[in-house]
Protein backbone atom coordinates (compact mmCIF):
# COMPACT_ATOMS: atom_id res chain seq x y z
CA UNK A 1 0.00 0.00 0.00
CA UNK A 2 2.58 2.77 1.17
CA UNK A 3 4.69 1.84 -2.09
CA UNK A 4 1.58 1.96 -4.91
CA UNK A 5 1.12 5.47 -2.69
CA UNK A 6 4.35 6.29 -3.52
CA UNK A 7 3.58 5.39 -7.34
CA UNK A 8 0.63 7.77 -7.73
CA UNK A 9 1.37 10.30 -5.77
CA UNK A 10 5.67 10.78 -6.99
CA UNK A 11 5.74 9.17 -10.23
CA UNK A 12 3.02 10.94 -12.42
CA UNK A 13 2.10 9.35 -15.76
CA UNK A 14 3.83 5.92 -14.75
CA UNK A 15 1.24 3.76 -16.39
CA UNK A 16 3.02 5.84 -19.94
CA UNK A 17 6.33 4.43 -19.09
CA UNK A 18 7.81 1.90 -21.19
CA UNK A 19 7.04 -1.46 -20.45
CA UNK A 20 11.12 -2.42 -19.15
CA UNK A 21 11.26 0.93 -17.66
CA UNK A 22 8.10 -0.05 -15.37
CA UNK A 23 9.54 -3.16 -14.69
CA UNK A 24 12.83 -1.80 -13.08
CA UNK A 25 11.02 0.84 -11.15
CA UNK A 26 8.86 -1.72 -9.64
CA UNK A 27 11.58 -3.40 -8.27
CA UNK A 28 13.93 -0.36 -7.04
CA UNK A 29 10.75 0.78 -5.39
CA UNK A 30 9.84 -2.64 -3.84
CA UNK A 31 13.27 -3.24 -2.48
CA UNK A 32 13.45 0.36 -1.05
CA UNK A 33 10.10 -0.22 0.78
CA UNK A 34 11.16 -3.51 2.01
CA UNK A 35 14.81 -1.88 3.15
CA UNK A 36 12.64 0.82 4.79
CA UNK A 37 10.09 -1.31 6.79
CA UNK A 38 13.10 -3.74 7.99
CA UNK A 39 14.51 -0.58 9.29
CA UNK A 40 11.13 0.29 10.85
CA UNK A 41 10.28 -3.08 12.52
CA UNK A 42 14.18 -2.85 13.96
CA UNK A 43 13.79 0.40 15.69
CA UNK A 44 13.04 0.04 19.28
CA UNK A 45 11.04 3.25 19.16
CA UNK A 46 8.50 1.78 16.16
CA UNK A 47 5.51 2.10 18.80
CA UNK A 48 4.64 1.82 22.76
CA UNK A 49 4.06 -1.46 23.69
CA UNK A 50 0.29 -2.26 24.36
CA UNK A 51 -1.15 -1.47 28.04
CA UNK A 52 -1.89 -4.28 29.82
CA UNK A 53 -4.45 -4.08 33.03
CA UNK A 54 -2.37 -5.50 36.38
CA UNK A 55 -4.28 -8.26 37.75
CA UNK A 56 -2.86 -7.08 41.39
CA UNK A 57 -4.19 -3.68 40.90
CA UNK A 58 -7.33 -4.16 39.78
CA UNK A 59 -7.46 -6.47 42.51
CA UNK A 60 -6.86 -3.79 44.86
CA UNK A 61 -9.12 -1.25 42.74
CA UNK A 62 -5.98 1.28 41.84
CA UNK A 63 -7.19 3.65 39.11
CA UNK A 64 -5.41 2.65 35.54
CA UNK A 65 -4.83 6.23 34.57
CA UNK A 66 -5.47 5.07 31.12
CA UNK A 67 -6.28 8.51 29.07
CA UNK A 68 -3.31 10.16 31.17
CA UNK A 69 -0.81 7.07 30.06
CA UNK A 70 -2.00 8.12 26.30
CA UNK A 71 -1.43 12.12 27.22
CA UNK A 72 1.88 11.10 27.75
CA UNK A 73 2.73 8.70 25.13
CA UNK A 74 1.24 11.72 22.65
CA UNK A 75 4.00 13.97 23.35
CA UNK A 76 5.16 15.41 20.88
CA UNK A 77 8.97 14.56 21.50
CA UNK A 78 8.21 11.03 21.89
CA UNK A 79 9.13 10.17 17.88
CA UNK A 80 12.25 8.63 16.88
CA UNK A 81 15.38 10.53 17.84
CA UNK A 82 16.52 10.49 14.03
CA UNK A 83 13.56 12.25 13.53
CA UNK A 84 13.54 14.41 15.83
CA UNK A 85 17.07 15.93 15.59
CA UNK A 86 16.75 15.91 11.75
CA UNK A 87 18.96 13.08 11.73
CA UNK A 88 22.12 15.62 12.50
CA UNK A 89 22.44 14.69 16.65
CA UNK A 90 20.98 12.59 19.03
CA UNK A 91 18.62 14.18 21.59
CA UNK A 92 20.54 14.13 24.84
CA UNK A 93 18.89 12.64 27.92
CA UNK A 94 19.43 12.76 32.04
CA UNK A 95 17.72 9.99 34.14
CA UNK A 96 17.69 10.21 38.24
CA UNK A 97 16.24 6.21 38.99
CA UNK A 98 16.75 7.08 42.42
CA UNK A 99 15.43 10.23 43.34
CA UNK A 100 14.29 10.46 47.47
CA UNK A 101 13.24 6.91 46.81
CA UNK A 102 10.23 6.23 49.91
CA UNK A 103 9.75 9.70 50.61
CA UNK A 104 6.60 11.52 50.60
CA UNK A 105 5.40 12.89 47.29
CA UNK A 106 6.11 16.58 48.52
CA UNK A 107 9.86 15.43 49.17
CA UNK A 108 10.18 13.61 45.94
CA UNK A 109 8.69 15.95 43.79
CA UNK A 110 10.91 19.28 45.23
CA UNK A 111 14.06 16.82 44.07
CA UNK A 112 12.29 16.65 40.69
CA UNK A 113 11.99 20.57 39.99
CA UNK A 114 15.28 20.89 40.73
CA UNK A 115 16.53 17.84 38.44
CA UNK A 116 14.61 19.34 35.79
CA UNK A 117 16.58 22.71 36.24
CA UNK A 118 19.77 20.48 36.11
CA UNK A 119 18.80 18.89 33.27
CA UNK A 120 17.99 21.98 31.09
CA UNK A 121 20.89 23.82 32.18
CA UNK A 122 22.96 20.18 31.23
CA UNK A 123 21.13 20.48 27.33
CA UNK A 124 19.44 17.27 28.06
CA UNK A 125 16.00 16.46 28.48
CA UNK A 126 14.68 15.31 31.29
CA UNK A 127 12.99 11.43 32.07
CA UNK A 128 10.19 11.99 34.14
CA UNK A 129 8.96 8.68 36.30
CA UNK A 130 6.11 7.76 37.49
CA UNK A 131 5.27 8.46 41.31
CA UNK A 132 5.49 5.24 43.64
CA UNK A 133 3.59 6.62 47.22
CA UNK A 134 5.45 4.60 49.50
CA UNK A 135 4.53 7.25 52.20
CA UNK A 136 1.11 7.97 52.36
CA UNK A 137 -0.99 5.72 50.05
CA UNK A 138 -3.73 7.51 49.03
CA UNK A 139 -5.39 3.80 48.40
CA UNK A 140 -5.34 0.53 50.33
CA UNK A 141 -2.23 -1.22 48.99
CA UNK A 142 -1.24 -4.74 50.80
CA UNK A 143 -2.37 -7.58 49.42
CA UNK A 144 -4.36 -10.62 51.50
CA UNK A 145 -0.77 -12.35 51.62
CA UNK A 146 0.42 -9.16 53.72
CA UNK A 147 2.87 -7.82 50.56
CA UNK A 148 2.25 -4.87 49.56
CA UNK A 149 1.37 -3.86 45.67
CA UNK A 150 2.71 -0.53 44.98
CA UNK A 151 0.08 2.07 43.07
CA UNK A 152 1.99 3.94 39.97
CA UNK A 153 0.77 7.26 39.19
CA UNK A 154 1.91 8.99 35.99
CA UNK A 155 3.75 12.06 36.41
CA UNK A 156 0.86 13.73 34.33
CA UNK A 157 -1.77 13.11 37.03
CA UNK A 158 0.40 16.03 38.74
CA UNK A 159 1.98 18.10 37.05
CA UNK A 160 2.40 19.10 33.01
CA UNK A 161 4.67 21.57 32.53
CA UNK A 162 8.50 21.30 31.93
CA UNK A 163 8.88 18.61 34.62
CA UNK A 164 6.07 16.74 32.65
CA UNK A 165 7.51 16.83 29.34
CA UNK A 166 5.50 20.54 28.66
CA UNK A 167 7.09 23.08 26.90
CA UNK A 168 9.94 25.46 28.01
CA UNK A 169 8.97 28.40 26.50
CA UNK A 170 5.44 30.49 27.26
CA UNK A 171 3.85 30.15 23.69
CA UNK A 172 5.16 26.33 23.22
CA UNK A 173 6.54 26.79 20.41
CA UNK A 174 9.81 28.80 20.82
CA UNK A 175 11.72 25.45 22.50
CA UNK A 176 13.30 22.69 21.22
CA UNK A 177 11.43 19.24 21.27
CA UNK A 178 15.23 17.39 21.41
CA UNK A 179 15.19 19.02 25.01
CA UNK A 180 11.25 18.74 26.22
CA UNK A 181 11.41 15.87 29.66
CA UNK A 182 10.40 12.30 28.08
CA UNK A 183 8.56 9.55 29.87
CA UNK A 184 10.64 7.24 32.05
CA UNK A 185 8.96 4.56 29.58
CA UNK A 186 10.43 6.45 26.21
CA UNK A 187 13.76 6.50 28.10
CA UNK A 188 13.77 2.41 28.37
CA UNK A 189 12.56 2.28 24.50
CA UNK A 190 15.69 5.02 23.14
CA UNK A 191 18.19 4.32 25.79
CA UNK A 192 18.71 0.38 25.58
CA UNK A 193 21.36 -0.42 28.95
CA UNK A 194 24.26 -1.21 26.61
CA UNK A 195 23.80 2.63 25.34
CA UNK A 196 23.76 4.00 29.05
CA UNK A 197 26.43 5.70 30.74
CA UNK A 198 26.10 5.68 34.54
CA UNK A 199 27.82 8.12 36.74
CA UNK A 200 28.25 6.79 40.38
CA UNK A 201 26.89 9.70 42.72
CA UNK A 202 28.90 9.16 45.51
CA UNK A 203 32.15 8.63 43.39
CA UNK A 204 31.89 11.78 41.43
CA UNK A 205 30.68 14.22 44.70
CA UNK A 206 34.14 12.65 46.26
CA UNK A 207 35.70 13.64 42.95
CA UNK A 208 34.33 17.46 42.26
CA UNK A 209 35.01 17.91 46.54
CA UNK A 210 31.73 17.92 47.07
CA UNK A 211 30.12 16.99 50.80
CA UNK A 212 26.91 17.21 53.16
CA UNK A 213 27.85 20.79 53.84
CA UNK A 214 28.95 22.47 50.48
CA UNK A 215 26.46 24.81 49.30
CA UNK A 216 23.45 24.31 47.05
CA UNK A 217 25.05 26.35 43.82
CA UNK A 218 28.32 24.87 43.86
CA UNK A 219 26.76 21.08 43.58
CA UNK A 220 24.33 22.84 40.90
CA UNK A 221 27.10 24.32 39.05
CA UNK A 222 29.53 21.22 39.28
CA UNK A 223 27.10 18.96 37.92
CA UNK A 224 26.14 20.88 34.98
CA UNK A 225 29.68 21.45 33.61
CA UNK A 226 30.46 17.87 33.89
CA UNK A 227 27.11 16.83 32.20
CA UNK A 228 27.70 19.29 29.38
CA UNK A 229 31.24 17.67 29.02
CA UNK A 230 29.50 14.12 28.52
CA UNK A 231 29.12 13.28 24.74
CA UNK A 232 27.01 10.27 26.22
CA UNK A 233 23.75 10.64 25.19
CA UNK A 234 21.96 8.47 27.98
CA UNK A 235 23.01 9.73 31.02
CA UNK A 236 21.74 7.73 34.11
CA UNK A 237 22.78 8.85 37.84
CA UNK A 238 22.22 6.18 40.24
CA UNK A 239 23.16 5.70 43.64
CA UNK A 240 21.76 8.56 45.35
CA UNK A 241 20.30 11.73 45.31
CA UNK A 242 22.08 15.02 43.45
CA UNK A 243 19.95 17.36 45.68
CA UNK A 244 19.15 14.77 48.92
CA UNK A 245 16.57 15.84 51.68
CA UNK A 246 19.22 16.96 53.85
CA UNK A 247 20.21 19.77 51.36
CA UNK A 248 16.53 21.03 51.30
CA UNK A 249 16.36 20.91 54.93
CA UNK A 250 19.24 23.60 55.31
CA UNK A 251 20.66 27.04 54.23
CA UNK A 252 22.76 25.75 51.80
CA UNK A 253 19.88 25.32 49.24
CA UNK A 254 18.89 29.15 49.06
CA UNK A 255 22.29 30.02 47.03
CA UNK A 256 20.40 28.17 44.22
CA UNK A 257 17.38 30.57 43.86
CA UNK A 258 19.22 33.26 41.66
CA UNK A 259 19.22 30.72 38.98
CA UNK A 260 16.81 28.52 39.70
CA UNK A 261 13.51 30.69 40.73
CA UNK A 262 14.01 32.42 36.99
CA UNK A 263 14.57 29.22 35.09
CA UNK A 264 11.76 27.45 32.26
CA UNK A 265 10.98 25.07 34.99
CA UNK A 266 9.42 26.93 37.40
CA UNK A 267 8.34 30.02 35.37
CA UNK A 268 6.44 27.67 32.67
CA UNK A 269 5.04 25.48 35.88
CA UNK A 270 1.97 23.93 34.49
CA UNK A 271 -0.60 21.77 36.87
CA UNK A 272 -1.96 18.61 34.68
CA UNK A 273 -5.56 19.04 32.87
CA UNK A 274 -6.72 16.65 35.49
CA UNK A 275 -5.68 19.25 38.35
CA UNK A 276 -7.89 21.47 35.86
CA UNK A 277 -10.89 19.64 35.98
CA UNK A 278 -10.84 19.59 39.89
CA UNK A 279 -10.63 22.69 39.80
CA UNK A 280 -13.45 24.11 37.01
CA UNK A 281 -15.89 21.49 38.92
CA UNK A 282 -14.85 22.76 42.42
CA UNK A 283 -14.74 26.53 41.84
CA UNK A 284 -17.68 27.75 43.25
CA UNK A 285 -15.77 26.30 46.49
CA UNK A 286 -13.36 28.83 46.16
CA UNK A 287 -15.39 31.92 44.80
CA UNK A 288 -18.76 33.54 43.78
CA UNK A 289 -17.91 34.08 40.43
CA UNK A 290 -17.76 31.94 36.94
CA UNK A 291 -14.42 29.59 36.61
CA UNK A 292 -11.75 31.98 34.53
CA UNK A 293 -11.38 30.93 30.66
CA UNK A 294 -7.81 29.37 31.63
CA UNK A 295 -9.84 26.69 33.71
CA UNK A 296 -12.98 26.05 31.73
CA UNK A 297 -13.52 23.17 29.08
CA UNK A 298 -12.12 23.56 25.45
CA UNK A 299 -14.87 20.67 24.68
CA UNK A 300 -18.47 20.10 24.70
CA UNK A 301 -20.32 17.35 27.24
CA UNK A 302 -19.02 14.66 28.43
CA UNK A 303 -16.17 16.54 30.03
CA UNK A 304 -13.11 14.17 30.15
CA UNK A 305 -8.73 14.02 30.76
CA UNK A 306 -9.10 15.61 26.95
CA UNK A 307 -11.59 18.43 27.14
CA UNK A 308 -8.82 20.22 29.61
CA UNK A 309 -5.40 21.70 29.18
CA UNK A 310 -2.48 22.23 31.78
CA UNK A 311 -3.21 24.96 34.10
CA UNK A 312 -0.78 27.44 33.76
CA UNK A 313 0.40 28.78 37.66
CA UNK A 314 1.15 32.38 36.25
CA UNK A 315 -2.35 32.83 35.45
CA UNK A 316 -4.28 35.38 38.06
CA UNK A 317 -4.89 34.45 41.29
CA UNK A 318 -8.37 33.88 42.76
CA UNK A 319 -9.64 37.00 43.62
CA UNK A 320 -11.01 37.32 47.43
CA UNK A 321 -9.86 33.93 48.19
CA UNK A 322 -6.74 33.52 51.51
CA UNK A 323 -4.99 29.69 51.29
CA UNK A 324 -3.90 27.81 54.55
CA UNK A 325 -2.14 24.73 55.05
CA UNK A 326 -2.45 23.23 58.39
CA UNK A 327 -1.17 19.74 59.33
CA UNK A 328 -2.11 17.45 61.12
CA UNK A 329 -2.35 13.73 61.89
CA UNK A 330 1.43 12.62 61.83
CA UNK A 331 2.79 15.91 62.37
CA UNK A 332 2.11 16.37 65.86
CA UNK A 333 4.73 13.88 66.76
CA UNK A 334 6.55 15.39 63.49
CA UNK A 335 6.69 18.63 65.24
CA UNK A 336 7.85 17.50 68.12
CA UNK A 337 10.94 15.68 66.85
CA UNK A 338 11.18 18.97 64.22
CA UNK A 339 11.34 21.11 67.58
CA UNK A 340 13.64 18.63 69.60
CA UNK A 341 16.22 18.85 66.86
CA UNK A 342 16.61 22.41 66.32
CA UNK A 343 15.25 21.99 62.64
CA UNK A 344 15.18 24.99 60.91
CA UNK A 345 12.33 25.82 58.06
CA UNK A 346 12.46 23.81 54.87
CA UNK A 347 14.29 25.11 51.86
CA UNK A 348 11.84 28.20 49.83
CA UNK A 349 10.59 28.59 53.30
CA UNK A 350 13.83 30.20 54.61
CA UNK A 351 13.59 32.88 51.85
CA UNK A 352 12.36 35.03 55.02
CA UNK A 353 15.27 34.54 57.49
CA UNK A 354 17.07 38.00 57.81
CA UNK A 355 20.52 38.37 56.22
CA UNK A 356 20.63 36.10 53.36
CA UNK A 357 21.20 38.47 51.13
CA UNK A 358 24.80 37.38 52.51
CA UNK A 359 25.17 34.45 50.63
CA UNK A 360 28.59 34.57 48.67
CA UNK A 361 26.68 33.40 45.77
CA UNK A 362 24.23 36.37 45.20
CA UNK A 363 24.66 37.55 42.09
CA UNK A 364 25.28 41.58 41.75
CA UNK A 365 22.72 43.76 42.30
CA UNK A 366 20.21 40.67 42.28
CA UNK A 367 17.26 41.05 44.63
CA UNK A 368 16.00 38.42 46.83
CA UNK A 369 12.24 37.55 47.07
CA UNK A 370 12.67 38.17 50.93
CA UNK A 371 9.39 36.32 52.69
CA UNK A 372 8.15 38.53 55.71
CA UNK A 373 7.78 35.42 58.01
CA UNK A 374 10.42 33.45 59.41
CA UNK A 375 11.13 31.22 62.22
CA UNK A 376 11.43 34.01 64.73
CA UNK A 377 12.01 33.48 68.50
CA UNK A 378 9.97 35.83 70.98
CA UNK A 379 11.59 37.32 73.59
CA UNK A 380 11.15 34.66 76.59
CA UNK A 381 10.19 31.70 74.87
CA UNK A 382 12.42 28.84 74.26
CA UNK A 383 13.23 28.12 70.38
CA UNK A 384 11.59 24.74 70.83
CA UNK A 385 8.32 26.65 72.15
CA UNK A 386 8.66 29.04 69.51
CA UNK A 387 9.36 25.43 66.72
CA UNK A 388 5.90 24.13 68.11
CA UNK A 389 3.96 27.25 67.35
CA UNK A 390 5.08 27.43 64.39
CA UNK A 391 4.86 23.79 63.73
CA UNK A 392 1.48 23.18 65.36
CA UNK A 393 -0.55 25.70 66.00
CA UNK A 394 -3.97 26.02 67.77
CA UNK A 395 -7.00 26.59 66.18
CA UNK A 396 -7.07 30.25 68.11
CA UNK A 397 -3.50 31.06 66.76
CA UNK A 398 -4.95 29.98 63.38
CA UNK A 399 -7.96 31.93 63.75
CA UNK A 400 -6.14 35.37 64.62
CA UNK A 401 -3.22 34.67 62.33
CA UNK A 402 -5.61 34.69 59.71
CA UNK A 403 -7.94 37.31 61.02
CA UNK A 404 -4.28 39.55 61.01
CA UNK A 405 -3.34 39.25 57.17
CA UNK A 406 -7.22 39.98 56.13
CA UNK A 407 -6.77 43.29 58.41
CA UNK A 408 -3.41 44.04 57.06
CA UNK A 409 -4.52 43.60 53.25
CA UNK A 410 -7.43 45.49 53.57
CA UNK A 411 -5.87 48.46 54.76
CA UNK A 412 -3.07 48.02 52.66
CA UNK A 413 -0.54 47.88 55.56
CA UNK A 414 1.88 46.41 53.05
CA UNK A 415 1.48 45.90 49.31
CA UNK A 416 -0.79 44.50 47.38
CA UNK A 417 -3.98 45.17 48.76
CA UNK A 418 -6.81 42.95 48.98
CA UNK A 419 -10.08 41.99 50.25
CA UNK A 420 -10.31 38.66 51.66
CA UNK A 421 -13.08 37.24 52.25
CA UNK A 422 -12.90 33.82 51.41
CA UNK A 423 -10.55 31.22 53.03
CA UNK A 424 -10.03 27.38 52.06
CA UNK A 425 -7.96 25.02 54.64
CA UNK A 426 -6.10 22.71 52.97
CA UNK A 427 -5.24 19.98 55.87
CA UNK A 428 -5.62 16.18 56.42
CA UNK A 429 -7.23 16.76 60.05
CA UNK A 430 -10.15 14.84 60.95
CA UNK A 431 -13.99 16.23 59.88
CA UNK A 432 -14.40 17.03 64.03
CA UNK A 433 -11.41 18.81 63.93
CA UNK A 434 -11.50 20.75 60.70
CA UNK A 435 -15.65 21.32 61.58
CA UNK A 436 -14.52 23.12 65.11
CA UNK A 437 -12.10 25.42 62.91
CA UNK A 438 -14.51 26.28 60.14
CA UNK A 439 -17.30 27.34 62.66
CA UNK A 440 -14.00 29.42 64.69
CA UNK A 441 -13.37 30.95 61.10
CA UNK A 442 -17.01 31.51 60.24
CA UNK A 443 -17.23 33.39 63.37
CA UNK A 444 -14.88 35.80 62.82
CA UNK A 445 -16.69 36.12 59.44
CA UNK A 446 -14.90 34.10 57.13
CA UNK A 447 -16.81 32.34 54.23
CA UNK A 448 -15.19 28.82 54.12
CA UNK A 449 -14.38 25.69 52.28
CA UNK A 450 -11.73 23.25 52.63
CA UNK A 451 -10.27 19.45 51.51
CA UNK A 452 -12.70 17.55 52.81
CA UNK A 453 -15.64 19.31 50.46
CA UNK A 454 -13.77 18.92 47.37
CA UNK A 455 -15.60 16.88 45.28
CA UNK A 456 -12.78 14.71 43.29
CA UNK A 457 -13.33 11.89 40.74
CA UNK A 458 -11.78 8.59 41.69
CA UNK A 459 -8.36 9.41 39.99
CA UNK A 460 -8.13 13.07 41.05
CA UNK A 461 -8.39 11.11 45.15
CA UNK A 462 -4.91 9.41 44.10
CA UNK A 463 -3.51 13.08 43.78
CA UNK A 464 -5.70 15.15 46.30
CA UNK A 465 -2.57 17.12 47.75
CA UNK A 466 -1.32 18.30 44.22
CA UNK A 467 -5.38 19.64 43.89
CA UNK A 468 -4.97 21.47 47.20
CA UNK A 469 -1.39 22.85 46.08
CA UNK A 470 -3.44 24.34 43.34
CA UNK A 471 -5.45 26.63 45.34
CA UNK A 472 -3.20 27.36 47.73
CA UNK A 473 -0.45 28.72 44.79
CA UNK A 474 -4.10 30.93 43.38
CA UNK A 475 -5.13 32.08 46.10
CA UNK A 476 -4.31 35.99 46.71
CA UNK A 477 -2.26 35.42 49.81
CA UNK A 478 -1.35 31.91 51.87
CA UNK A 479 -0.42 30.90 55.08
CA UNK A 480 1.98 27.59 55.51
CA UNK A 481 3.54 25.91 57.57
CA UNK A 482 7.80 26.39 57.69
CA UNK A 483 8.78 23.21 58.06
CA UNK A 484 6.49 21.58 55.23
CA UNK A 485 7.85 20.85 51.92
CA UNK A 486 3.99 20.85 50.55
CA UNK A 487 3.94 24.61 51.88
CA UNK A 488 7.84 24.66 50.30
CA UNK A 489 6.56 23.79 47.02
CA UNK A 490 3.84 26.16 46.91
CA UNK A 491 6.32 29.11 47.95
CA UNK A 492 8.45 28.79 45.05
CA UNK A 493 5.50 27.77 42.37
CA UNK A 494 3.66 31.62 43.81
CA UNK A 495 6.82 33.18 43.35
CA UNK A 496 7.94 31.71 40.20
CA UNK A 497 4.50 32.76 39.42
CA UNK A 498 5.16 36.19 40.08
CA UNK A 499 2.95 36.61 43.21
CA UNK A 500 4.10 39.38 45.69
CA UNK A 501 6.46 37.61 48.33
CA UNK A 502 4.46 39.55 50.82
CA UNK A 503 1.41 38.03 50.07
CA UNK A 504 3.30 34.27 51.70
CA UNK A 505 3.43 33.93 55.84
CA UNK A 506 3.70 31.36 58.43
CA UNK A 507 2.18 30.32 61.38
Keep these: MICRRVLVLHLPRFHSWPARLRLSGIVVLSLLCLLNLRHELSLPWAGFPSTTLDPLAQQLGHPTFAAIRGYEQNLPQHIPPDLLSKRMIRPRYLFFPAASWGLGWNNVFQEQLLNTHLAYLSERAYVFPDYTPWDHPPFPDTLENGTRHMLHIPMNAFVSGPTGGGPLSSDGKNDSLMRRAVSEQWWDMVCPQRDVVVVKLHDTMRQMKLDGMSEGADILTNWTDKL ?156 RDAAMKHCWPSPDAIVARAHAVREARRAGLSPPRQDLRKIYISTNGNPAWVGSLAALLQADGWDFASSLDMELSFEERAVAQAVDMSVLAAAESFIGVGFSSLTSNVVQIRLAAGRDPHTIHFW
Design 228 to 383: LKMSAPCVSIEGGSVFDYMLFGSERMLSVWPSYGDSPTLKHFAWSPMITAALFRNFHLLSPHDPPRFLSPTGVLPYNFQSFLPYHSSEAPIAGLLGIHVRRGDYEGHCVLLADSGAEYNAWNRLGTPNITSQIFTPPGYLWPALPDYLDVPEGKSR
